[in-house]
């Protein structure tokens, strides 16, 4: 009897520490997170074709323009292939005249892929399968985000910052830097997109029914 509640006593004693580490680091995941503004920017460098307007991006810049949807690619990403083909499709055909909203695309995949890989696959109108007519960034696993309104760095990677995307993801970001929309549909989906660019109509429509 003694020798079970001896070894009763010992798990407990040894469990208790794990148990403890174990909610010291989801306290500290949840402190990390919080500490990440909601309005944030990035620099990166591009491709610096002429379409890339310069060899520096800073999203803050091109914010000042309008709304920003932020299309998360990966050089072998089907679905960041398909995603470029239908945007460029409707833009060829004149279907996103309307809107103020423009397009940058995003390598993810800085570890893995190189900026070759990225430039065959989508930079060139005449050897690319996958054309991309809009600006294409390429930060890496170091680019820290910043924040929006003092451009200070938030010491947080910008991966994490815009919540570690898959590919393909598209993030619609409005004028004051907060990420507004998002969406993980693999396959390019036109009433996924056309949700995306009316977000902002939408949600003042919503607001004068409300008033």
Same mark, same amino acid.
Not at 11 to 29: D, H, K, Q
């Given at each position: 009897?003694?020798?079970?509640?001896?070894?009763?006593? +010992?798990?407990? +004693?040894?469990?208790?520490?794990? #148990?403890?580490?174990?909610?010291?680091?989801?306290?500290?995941?949840? =402190?990390?997170?919080?500490?990440?503004?909601?309005?944030?920017?990035?620099?990166?460098?591009?491709?610096?074709? +002429?379409?890339?307007?310069? *060899?520096?991006?800073?999203?803050?810049?091109? %914010? =000042?323009?309008?709304? +920003?949807?932020?299309?998360?690619?990966?050089?072998? #990403?089907?679905? #960041?292939?398909?995603?470029? &083909?239908?945007?460029?499709?409707?833009?060829?055909?004149?279907?996103?005249?309307?809107?103020?909203?423009?397009?940058?695309?995003?390598?993810?995949?800085?570890?893995?892929?190189?900026?070759?890989?990225?430039?065959? @696959?989508?930079?060139?109108?005449?050897?690319?399968?996958?054309?991309?007519?809009?600006?294409?960034? %390429?930060?890496?696993?170091?680019?820290? *985000?910043? &924040?929006?309104?003092?451009?200070?760095?938030? &010491?947080?990677?910008?991966?994490?910052?815009?919540?570690?995307?898959?590919?393909?993801?598209?993030?619609?970001? *409005?004028?004051?830097?907060?990420? @507004?929309?998002?969406?993980?549909?693999?396959?390019?989906?036109?009433?996924?997109?056309?949700?995306?660019?009316?977000?902002?109509?939408?949600?003042?429509?919503?607001? *004068?029914?409300?008033?």
């Amino acid at each position: 009897m003694l020798r079970e509640l001896f070894a009763s006593v +010992v798990m407990m +004693v040894l469990l208790m520490p794990g #148990c403890m580490e174990s909610s010291m680091m989801n306290e500290s995941s949840e =402190s990390t997170e919080s500490s990440i503004p909601f309005e944030i920017t990035f620099n990166a460098s591009t491709l610096d074709r +002429v379409e890339d307007q310069g *060899a520096d991006f800073s999203l803050k810049d091109d %914010l =000042s323009d309008g709304p +920003v949807m932020l299309l998360w690619i990966g050089a072998g #990403c089907s679905g #960041c292939q398909d995603w470029t &083909d239908m945007i460029r499709e409707q833009i060829d055909n004149g279907e996103l005249d309307q809107t103020n909203i423009s397009f940058v695309s995003v390598h993810r995949w800085s570890d893995f892929e190189t900026r070759e890989n990225v430039e065959e @696959a989508f930079g060139s109108n005449s050897t690319s399968s996958h054309y991309t007519p809009w600006k294409v960034v %390429l930060p890496t696993s170091s680019t820290i *985000a910043l &924040d929006f309104s003092t451009e200070q760095n938030t &010491d947080h990677s910008l991966y994490a910052a815009y919540g570690n995307p898959g590919t393909p993801t598209l993030q619609l970001v *409005a004028q004051n830097g907060v990420v @507004a929309w998002e969406s993980k549909t693999y396959w390019a989906d036109e009433s996924v997109l056309e949700d995306g660019l009316t977000f902002f109509s939408s949600q003042v429509n919503t607001q *004068a029914v409300e008033e």
